[in-house]
């Protein structure tokens, strides 16, 4: 269970930080499509970021931030699970 959890973390932090690297802001359908295929697999690590920055603002709750870890950490265990069912 730990091993799918890491494993979609770091595919997520992959993949989050290369389009960050590679990416503008996305013009067109077809550039749109392709910013959600990737936030499917880079959400659990952007969530995380956006969220962890909110909740050290005081911005948002402790039970706000606690369901969007708890919803990262389930997004990240099924992202891991995908890969371990590919590879």
């Given at each position: ?15 989050a930080n290369s389009y960050r690297l590679i990416a ?28 962890t920055r909110s909740f050290r603002k005081k911005d ?28």
């Amino acid at each position: 269970m730990l091993f799918a959890f890491a494993g979609g973390l770091t595919l997520s932090g992959i993949i989050a930080n290369s389009y960050r690297l590679i990416a503008r802001k996305p013009q067109g359908r077809l550039a749109t499509w392709i910013y959600y295929l990737v936030i499917l697999l880079a959400g659990p690590s952007v969530l995380i970021e956006n969220s962890t920055r909110s909740f050290r603002k005081k911005d948002c709750s402790r039970l706000a931030y606690g369901f969007a870890m708890a919803l990262a950490g389930y997004w990240a265990f099924v992202l891991g699970l995908a890969v371990m069912d590919v590879f």
